[in-house]
């Protein structure tokens, strides 16, 4: 993305500067795969890139076993962006598990009726970097969290991370027009920055993938990264109840994506098969992962 492409995001979007910080070396500690007490490292030869979203259920609030939710990043992904991120210090404390990584934390915390939370994205360090970072203006009050734009490069990939809280309320209604709302932001954006066409929305909809409300993303191209029907919320007596996270992407314009998306299974993993351990102390919702290709010539 050149200088006047990232002046018309600004414009569009209100420019934030991002807020980067290196982690602090501790122990992570059991995910679902391994024991770790050291960061990975960056295979310099690698030409993936795992991405993913997840909510973390109000990091920086209550108790919270820090160590098993830096132990899933850790595992699963090399970037990753957070919803729920109720104050700086929360964060701050899961990066203090996190050696080798850097965060974006959203320049305010957005929402309304009392409750306001920060979004973050983590980004392992050597695997990817983030160019800019942006809080979307919304002088109509389409949302009640406005959603945050993160540019990012990877080798010769660069790409776009549209992060999302839509709204919960008691009716449908107010989420699908938040829904409808973000299709349309998508369409801004490519408008205003021709040269980078690679947004990928990610978050919490409150919604599954059947929602009609979806239709506005497929009539630009856009798809989930599964079939959107994938439970990711998690009750502390039923397990995986609910298909509310997604990832979307337009599947030919992204051409970096590797055709590999999943649901990271903390339940089985992490929370050693307890749904009310997972909600308690983890999170009430598993994240999602993909993977794109970075080795190629970049397409736009």
């Known amino acids: 993305m050149n200088t006047t492409q990232k002046l018309s995001l600004a414009l569009l979007l209100g420019l934030a500067t991002p807020a980067c910080s290196g982690a602090a070396a501790a122990t992570i500690a059991v995910d679902e795969f391994a024991t770790s007490t050291q960061a990975q490292t960056v295979d310099p030869a690698s030409t993936q890139v795992r991405v993913g979203t997840w909510n973390v259920k109000r990091l920086g609030q209550g108790t919270k076993r820090m160590d098993l939710v830096a132990g899933v990043i850790e595992a699963n992904f090399d970037v990753v962006a957070l919803q729920e991120v109720m104050t700086p210090a929360g964060l701050a404390s899961l990066m203090a598990n996190l050696p080798g990584w850097s965060s974006t934390l959203s320049e305010r915390a957005v929402g309304e009726n009392g409750y306001f939370e920060y979004y973050a994205v983590l980004t392992r360090d050597g695997a990817a970097t983030v160019t800019s970072n942006a809080m979307v203006a919304d002088a109509a009050d389409e949302w009640a969290r406005e959603p945050m734009v993160t540019c990012l490069k990877a080798q010769n990939a660069d790409f776009c991370l549209v992060s999302t809280h839509v709204v919960f309320g008691d009716t449908v209604g107010p989420r699908d027009a938040e829904i409808q709302a973000l299709a349309r932001l998508v369409t801004n954006l490519r408008n205003t920055t021709p040269n980078e066409s690679d947004y990928i929305v990610v978050g919490d909809f409150n919604r599954s993938g ?91």
């Open 210 to 300: 059947s929602a009609r409300s979806f239709g506005s993303f497929a009539t630009q191209g856009f798809g989930f990264s599964d079939d959107g029907l994938t439970r990711t919320t998690i009750s502390s007596l039923n397990g995986y109840v609910n298909p509310f996270d997604h990832v979307l992407l337009d599947k030919v314009v992204t051409n970096e994506w590797s055709g590999i998306g999943r649901r990271v299974d903390i339940l089985a993993g992490a929370c050693g098969g307890s749904s009310s351990f997972c909600a308690s102390s983890v999170s009430d919702h598993a994240p999602l992962s993909i993977t794109l290709n970075t080795a190629g010539v970049d397409d736009d």
